[in-house]
Nanobody
Framework: QVQLVESGGGLVQPGGSLTLSCAAS????????MGWYRQAPGKQRELVAR???????MYADSVKGRFTISRDNAKNTVYLQMNSLKPEDTAVYYC??????????????WGQGTQVTVSS
């Protein structure tokens, strides 16, 4: 069983910063990819930032220069540093992982989501 647990969401004023964390735990064999998606009310879930299986990073155009994804491989944890936050960044942020479990099954995993609200 693999779990992704997020933390760090909350309410912040425009221009402020937040850092999200996501830790993968359980029977993990290989983490191929890991990152963050978000879903605003009435909109589809969209990529924010992620590490791909080739080690490269991807960012949504809307967050480039403001958000930074990083990771601690020893802790199976990814972070999302969000700066210069805007009201349009308001969404539920989901951690994502493409993970091979200890049972040698590879599939997508999602966290439960953490709310980020940018408002004055």
């Amino acid at each position: 069983q693999v779990q992704l647990v997020e933390s760090g969401g909350g309410l912040v004023q425009p221009g402020g910063s937040l850092t999200l964390s996501c830790a993968a735990s359980g029977s993990i064999s290989i983490i191929y990819a890991m990152g963050w998606y978000r879903q605003a009310p009435g909109k589809q879930r969209e990529l924010v930032a992620r590490f791909n299986s080739d080690g490269n990073t991807m960012y949504a155009d809307s967050v480039k220069g403001r958000f930074t994804i990083s990771r601690d491989n020893a802790k199976n944890t990814v972070y999302l540093q969000m700066n210069s936050l805007k009201p349009e960044d308001t969404a539920v942020y989901y951690c994502y992982g493409l993970i091979r479990s200890g049972l040698q099954q590879t599939r997508d995993y999602w966290g439960q989501g953490t709310q980020v609200t940018v408002s004055s």
